[in-house]
Every structure is written in C-alpha cells, then in structure tokens.
C-alpha cells in the first residue's frame, strides 16, 4: 500500500464536520462526506517513479518480472545488459536523478490543467523518495540522488499552489501524512491481505479524526482484499476504470499514457501512447460519468518527464483553458451521452448543460437527440469567439431533438474536441435510470 500525491492549484475550503468521530469500522468511515475540493478538481496527473525507472524496461514490476515470476523477457534482457552478479539493489546508485527540477515539474503541472498530482512516494520495490526513517538504506537520501525528492516537490508546488496529497504503507503513512501533510492518500498493493492485517481502518479513523488534514483528506479504496469498489473517499475499482455510465459513487479513472506501463519504458514507441484526442475522450467519459481522472506519466532515472508525455500534458491544458469550464465543479446531467450522436458527452453546471463534441459534425451540423430545447434557449461554442464577446451559434428543433449549426472551424480556437455550452434546455426522452450499485470492472485479458 504505496503511493503519494500532492494537489495543484485548489483553493481547499475548509469542511466542518458535525457527525463527531468516527469509528475504526467501514460503516462509521463510510459515512464522512466527500470533501469538496476532490470532486471540484476532476483532473490530477499520476507520477509513478523509483529505482525501477533505472532499468525503465518492460514495466515498474520490473523486479517481479525478472526475479519472481522470471519472466523470459526480463532475464534476456538482464544476461544481455547486465553482468551476472548484478542484483536489482545495484540498480539504486544509477537512480540519480540529476535533472530533477521541481520547479520545472510544478510548471508543467500548472499548464496542464491539473488540480492535483499524485506521486509513488514507495512502490512496491520498497524504495521511498523522501528519507523514511522505515526504509533506512532504501530511499533517495541514502541511495542514489542523496535527495529528499518528495519534500522538494511538496516546496515547489506549495510556493505557488496550496495543497499536496501523499500515500503509503504502515507505519510509512503517518510519517508522510505528519511531515508533508497530504490531501490524498492513494494506497496500493493492499490484495495480499484482508483491510485488518493492514490495520487499515484504524488508520483511516486517525486520518479523519486526528491528523493535521483531517477535513480536507480523501483517500481511495485499496485497503485489502475486497475493499476496492466498496469503501473509500472515492473508488478506483480497478486500473483504467472506465465504466462509461453514472455510478452512485464517486470514482476515478487512473490511466496511463503509454498503454503498457506506468513506469517509464525506454522501448516504448509512439503507437503505445494514447494520443491527445483518445485522453480527451477519456477525459469526457470520466467526468460525464461523475469520475475524476487521474493520468500518468512516469518519469526518468535522471529526473525528466520525457518530451512526449510533457507534450501530452501540455495539449491537455491547452485544451482546458479553452473549456474547462464545462470541467471543473460541473456535475453529471440527466443523460451522459447523447441517444443519436456518438463520440457527444454532457456535464452540466447551474442552468447550463455542456455537451463535449469529439469528432467536429458533418457539414457543420449537429444533430443531438438526448436535448429539447425552450424559448429561453440559447447555444454559444466555447472558443467560438471571433469577437471579444462569445457567439451564440444557430439552431432548431427537430422531431429527435435539436440540431447545432457549428461555425467555420477556423473560427474556432482549439483542436481535438470542442464544446458546446447550451443555456436552458430541457433532457429528451429514455434518460438513463440511476444504477444503485457499481458497475463491475472488466477483468484485465
């Protein structure tokens, strides 16, 4: 159970808690509200970084793959690069990290987009990035950088956002939480063992009772074998959950940029990223649903995030400053995606229903069967501002809906996918009836 996180850009608001302290059971945890400020945010970045990103082969189980499970892949590439002795602790002197700099990262972040970031303090190699008294010998100030690189993150995003988010193993959580005092605490690798062996809910009762982030702490659900999908601030459920329909509780769709690792891989090619347009639909998807996503990149043994995920990050928030605010604090609507368009995502906020467009309409027309219009309708297309004040665009109803006329794509500033911002409509017919239990991951193939 091992990862930390720190929040960007959130102006946390203090919650005031009248239910009293809770209890070290699920039903008594259970019961504290969400704070705010996590499903305001809706977007983070994941960073999984550590002595595996030496090797930067195959994936961050790199350890598991080569001396565990012995996969052939991982002796080959060991016998082949490596001399015979070597064993995975050598690989720690090599985790420099030279070209860290925090501040460079905390820009990056910013330009994202993101509300919060999430960084593996401890994988499951055991190997921490800030000196943990629990991990003498096995962490960035003892081995390799001779860094606290954790706490360097945590200055450089608080000297200009407000907030940092950190997790981990027994008893490494309430160090992290008393030093660095996070606002997530993400937990992993908790399926060898049920929550009790974790003691995982006695400390998640000083976590909201006691501890110096106890109004404004989530924490996710991998606590122990069955506890995911079923208790937490918010559900991860499995890694890349995506349901694609609301669900009754808050979720979040942690997903990579390369497809098959987390960590970074030195053979990756261009065709295993996900490119802008696949993490924006994604993006949609996720929040349409009522989920936060969550998207990681990992970085270098030298401390870089490599061109192309920094290129990722940036098309992201290129794209949020034109339409975040179909994002960010909006809330799922009556229905999730439109009944006659494919690839059309709603979020609403107020009296206002976003509709996401991933794919610009056929001769500029858009046909959306899931919204009825009123006389006090109006439609403006996000970007569409060819003056220093938005334009509304035309429409009219039809006997499925309402049909969008979009504007000369020229006109419009942003790429990829393209929002509309439709003032006082009405949900058309077969809305969706609100699912009462969470859907079921798909098992991995």
């Known amino acids: 159970m091992e990862v930390c996180r720190l929040l960007l850009f959130l102006a946390v608001c203090g919650v005031g808690w009248s239910e009293g302290r809770y209890e070290p059971n699920w039903e008594s945890l259970d019961s504290r509200p969400?704070?705010?400020?996590?499903?305001?945010?809706?977007?983070?970045?994941?960073?999984?970084?550590?002595?595996?990103?030496?090797?930067?082969?195959?994936?961050?189980?790199?350890?598991?793959?080569?001396?565990?499970?012995?996969?052939?892949?991982?002796?080959?590439?060991?016998?082949?690069?490596?001399?015979?002795?070597?064993?995975?602790?050598?690989?720690?002197?090599?985790?420099?990290?030279?070209?860290?700099?925090?501040?460079?990262?905390?820009?990056?972040?910013?330009?994202?987009?993101?509300?919060?970031?999430?960084?593996?303090?401890?994988?499951?190699?055991?190997?921490?990035?800030?000196?943990?008294?629990?991990?003498?010998?096995?962490?960035?100030?003892?081995?390799?950088?001779k860094r606290d690189l954790l706490g360097e993150l945590v200055y450089a995003i608080r000297s200009t956002t407000p907030h940092i988010h950190c997790g981990k193993t027994l008893p490494e959580l309430y160090e992290l939480v008393n030093n660095y005092q996070p606002d997530v605490i993400w937990s992993d690798g908790d399926w060898e063992a049920f929550d009790k062996y974790w003691n995982a809910t006695h400390f998640l009762a000083w976590l909201f009772n006691d501890s110096p982030v106890n109004?404004?702490?989530?924490?996710?659900?991998?606590?122990?074998?069955?506890?995911?999908?079923?208790?937490?601030?918010?559900?991860?459920?499995?890694?890349?959950?995506?349901?694609?329909?609301?669900?009754?509780?808050?979720?979040?769709?942690?997903?990579?940029?390369?497809?098959?690792?987390?960590?970074?891989?030195?053979?990756?090619?261009?065709?295993?990223?996900?490119?802008?347009?696949?993490?924006?639909?994604?993006l949609a998807m996720t929040i349409s649903c009522g989920g936060n996503i969550l998207i990681n990149v990992g970085p270098t043994r030298d401390g870089r995030i490599a061109p192309i995920m920094e290129e990722r990050l940036r098309q992201m928030g290129s794209w949020l400053a034109i339409n975040g605010e179909a994002i960010y604090g909006s809330r799922p609507w009556s229905h999730q995606n439109d009944t006659l368009t494919p690839g059309v995502w709603f979020t609403s906020k107020d009296d206002i229903v976003f509709a996401i467009v991933l794919s610009w309409p056929k001769e500029n027309v858009l046909a959306l069967g899931s919204v009825k219009d009123t006389p006090q309708t109006n439609i403006s297309l996000l970007g569409y501002t060819a003056t220093p004040y938005t334009l509304h665009v035309g429409f009219h109803p039809t006997s499925q809906g309402i049909k969008v006329m979009f504007p000369s794509m020229a006109d419009v500033k942003g790429q990829w996918a393209w929002v509309l911002a439709m003032k006082n409509v009405l949900p058309g017919p077969n809305a969706p009836v609100p699912q009462t239990t969470m859907t079921t991951p798909i098992a991995s193939p």
């Open 34 to 145: 969400l704070p705010p400020w996590y499903d305001e945010a809706k977007v983070g970045i994941f960073l999984h970084w550590g002595v595996f990103s030496v090797p930067s082969f195959g994936s961050e189980w790199f350890w598991e793959h080569w001396q565990g499970s012995k996969s052939q892949k991982y002796v080959d590439f060991m016998k082949k690069n490596y001399p015979p002795n070597f064993s995975y602790q050598d690989f720690g002197p090599q985790f420099t990290a030279e070209f860290y700099d925090p501040k460079e990262w905390a820009e990056l972040f910013n330009a994202s987009g993101a509300r919060y970031i999430v960084l593996t303090t401890k994988h499951h190699e055991g190997f921490t990035l800030w000196p943990s008294r629990h991990s003498w010998g096995w962490n960035s100030l003892d081995v390799g950088p």
């Open 215 to 282: 109004e404004t702490v989530v924490v996710n659900d991998r606590w122990g074998r069955g506890i995911p999908c079923h208790h937490g601030s918010f559900y991860t459920c499995a890694d890349n959950y995506n349901p694609g329909i609301l669900q009754p509780h808050k979720w979040e769709n942690c997903l990579p940029v390369d497809r098959y690792s987390w960590g970074f891989r030195r053979e990756a090619k261009l065709a295993d990223l996900h490119t802008i347009h696949e993490l924006l639909t994604q």
